[in-house]
């Protein structure tokens, strides 16, 4: 008698595979039309498999946006320069770039278009979530350098979440599409900066925010 031999896989590579296969059948399909069936049937699997690393589809989805949020922190966190406000633009700008650009973004307004609103919502959470220990590390470092001056932390971690949330709705004005003025891009990112300088009580002109818009 011949013995069947399974094919295991290392969890991590069987979670990212599972997580690149329903990213990209999202992106083909929508999020509505993809089912967790067409997810393991595209790789083969059980869907037991699925449900052991994931208890849901929206809890893949999260798990898609985590993975990005972590890689946006691990390259602040190795940034090397000594310049403090540097290192805190820097993660201004990936934050605002995560949800405008690449595949976040692109689940986003896949979401939109689907009316996914609670959704969203929950991912939004969970990027503020995932993302503020940094952020409060990078302002204690920054005020105790004495180039913020942040009082109330976790009071300024909330209103900074409603300015980039501000932001990325003003960045996209039309229902599901990015301004596509230049200057009026440029204006919008002016303000926010001025709001981001009053927040963390900078210096005028100390922050500056990149247009994700390609140059």
Not at 61 to 67: F, K, Q, T, Y
Not at 184 to 196: D, F, G, Y
Request: net charge negative.
């Amino acid at each position: 008698m011949f013995s069947i031999t399974r094919i295991t896989k290392d969890p991590q590579v069987r979670q990212n595979e599972l997580m690149d296969t329903a990213l990209e059948l999202f992106l083909a399909a929508g999020y509505q039309n993809t089912t967790v069936q067409d997810i393991v049937k595209s790789i083969q699997v059980a869907q037991g498999t699925f449900y052991y690393y994931f208890p849901s589809k929206e809890a893949i989805v999260e798990a898609i946006l985590s993975r990005h949020v972590q890689r946006m922190i691990a390259e602040v966190q190795a940034f090397t320069s000594n310049n403090l406000l540097e290192k805190l633009q820097l993660f201004i700008n990936l934050f605002y770039k995560l949800s405008y650009f690449g595949e976040p973004g692109l689940i986003c307004k896949i979401l939109y278009k689907e009316d996914q609103g609670l959704l969203i919502n929950k991912l939004w959470r969970q990027t503020i979530v995932i993302t503020n220990p940094l952020l409060s590390q990078l302002l204690e470092e920054c005020n105790q350098a004495g180039l913020t001056k942040v009082i109330h932390m976790e009071e300024t971690l909330a209103f900074f979440g409603g300015i980039m949330a501000a932001l990325l709705e003003a960045s996209s004005p039309t229902e599901f599409g990015h301004e596509a003025n230049p200057q009026v891009m440029k204006n919008k990112l002016s303000i926010a900066e001025k709001m981001i300088e009053s927040l963390f009580g900078t210096a005028s002109g100390s922050i500056h925010l990149e247009s994700p818009q390609p140059k």
